[in-house]
Structures are given as structure tokens and as C-alpha cells.
């Protein structure tokens, strides 16, 4: 099955800086998803980005799909921010997702 | 939007019992739900796919006699913990997608069992 890596593992960043999340897939995808962990461990999504590039605030997400590789960049950090992202990528007639293993992001006063 | 609603949040049994957990989409049909795992400070594992009429697929390592799961309309899938034990203690999200095939998946808030 198709294998999803997340770097980095851990980032701790000062509130108002930005920041790039990656995440590698080793096959081709037809879905891929971009999540926010919450402390209560409610998942939010936050893209669903296949391919190209999406936008909502601060936040915004880049599927480089030929060269499967996804990239979630978060400016002006909040202490909000933190908690753990995760990718997810499935890909072929497999509807199925399967995870990363996750950033897990502090963002400090 | 598409919501699933998952029902014990939370839920505390004793060794040797058995657990059921609630996984519904509420304003749309899923003739298959997915149901995860997530140990602490680690990531999701895919436990199995639900499938409305028929036998669950099970991920390889996952023991479908200790996890029953029973989809048995379009909007309801149910998650058995059978036998329960400690090591059983975890946090299980379901999830499900309102269109097709190329579409997000959408998560329950996911139910943290601790077995004592």
C-alpha cells in the first residue's frame, strides 16, 4: 500500500512566525487530505488538495502530484496552531486513506 | 456540510466486557465507512472498511473476532470491541464520504475507550 511521510516530527515556533509542513507519498494519489488534530483529538480538515494549490486565511496547501510531495504552510502562527497535523493520501480504486505520521507543532508566546 | 456523528465520545469498561461504538452519517448515505485507531502521540492506523451489506475487510494484523463491525443500513456502521482488555485502550474514529470515490473523507470526533 501507498506509504505517507511527514517532516518534520516536531516544530516549535514563535507566535507571528511562519512555517512549511511536508509530506511524501510513495504512489500516485487521487486523494489527499491535510488535517489539524485537536487536544480533544477531533480531526479538522483543513484541505482537501489532490493536485495544485488552495488557500483559506492563513493557511494554504501545495500538491506537487507528479513529484508526490504535498506541502502545508501556516504564516503568522497563532498559539491556536499548535497541536499535531497530519497528511493522509490514498490513490488508485482504494477509497481508503492512509496517514502520516504527523508534525507535531508548538507554537510559544 | 457532510456530517458523521459518533456516539459513545467517551467510555470506561471493565476487563472481559464488551464495547459498542456508533458511527453515523447524518445527512448523507455511505455504503462504506472506515474505522481508525490511534494510540497516543501516535497517528491513525486503518483498522478495517466498513461495507453496508456485507463483511467488513479487515487490515492485515487486525483480528475481526476481537472487532466486530456491522453496517447494516446506508447511514449507520457499528464497531464492536469484544472481550475487552487493556491493551484495547485507545481512541477509535470512524470516517465516510458523502460523494464519490475522489472526494474527502469525512471523521467522526472519534471515541477514547479505556478499559480498566
Known amino acids: 500500500g501507498i506509504q505517507v511521510e511527514q517532516s518534520p516530527p516536531d516544530l516549535i515556533l514563535q507566535e507571528g512566525a511562519n512555517s512549511t509542513l511536508r509530506c511524501n507519498f510513495s504512489d500516485s494519489v487521487n486523494n489527499l487530505q491535510w488535517f489539524h488534530q485537536n487536544p480533544w483529538g477531533q480531526l479538522i480538515n483543513l484541505f482537501y488538495?489532490?493536485?495544485g494549490t488552495k488557500q483559506n486565511g492563513r493557511l494554504s496547501a501545495t500538491t506537487v502530484a507528479t513529484e508526490r510531495y504535498s506541502l502545508l504552510y501556516i504564516s503568522s502562527s497563532q498559539t491556536t496552531d499548535s497541536g499535531v497535523y497530519f497528511c493522509?493520501?490514498?490513490?488508485?480504486?482504494?477509497?481508503?486513506?492512509?496517514f502520516g505520521t504527523g508534525t507535531r507543532l508548538q507554537v510559544t508566546l | 456540510g457532510a456530517v458523521v456523528s459518533q456516539h459513545p465520545s467517551r467510555v470506561i469498561c471493565k476487563s472481559g466486557t464488551s464495547v459498542k461504538i456508533e458511527c453515523r452519517s447524518l445527512?448523507?448515505?455511505?455504503?462504506?465507512m472506515f474505522w481508525y485507531r490511534q494510540f497516543p502521540k501516535k497517528s491513525l492506523m486503518l483498522m478495517a472498511t466498513?461495507?453496508?451489506?456485507?463483511?467488513?475487510?479487515?487490515e492485515q494484523g487486525v483480528e475481526k473476532d476481537k472487532f466486530l463491525i456491522n453496517h447494516a443500513s446506508l447511514t449507520l456502521s457499528t464497531l464492536t470491541v469484544t472481550s475487552a482488555h487493556p491493551e484495547d485502550s485507545s481512541f477509535y474514529i470512524c470516517?465516510?464520504?458523502?460523494?464519490?470515490?475522489?472526494?474527502?473523507?469525512?471523521f467522526g470526533n472519534g471515541t477514547r475507550l479505556t478499559v480498566t
Open positions: 493522509a493520501a490514498g490513490g488508485g480504486t482504494a477509497s481508503k486513506l492512509t
Open positions: 466498513s461495507n453496508e451489506g456485507s463483511k467488513a475487510t479487515y
Open positions: 488538495i489532490p493536485s
Open positions: 445527512d448523507f448515505q455511505a455504503t462504506t
Open positions: 470516517s465516510a464520504r458523502d460523494q464519490g470515490i475522489n472526494s474527502p473523507l469525512h
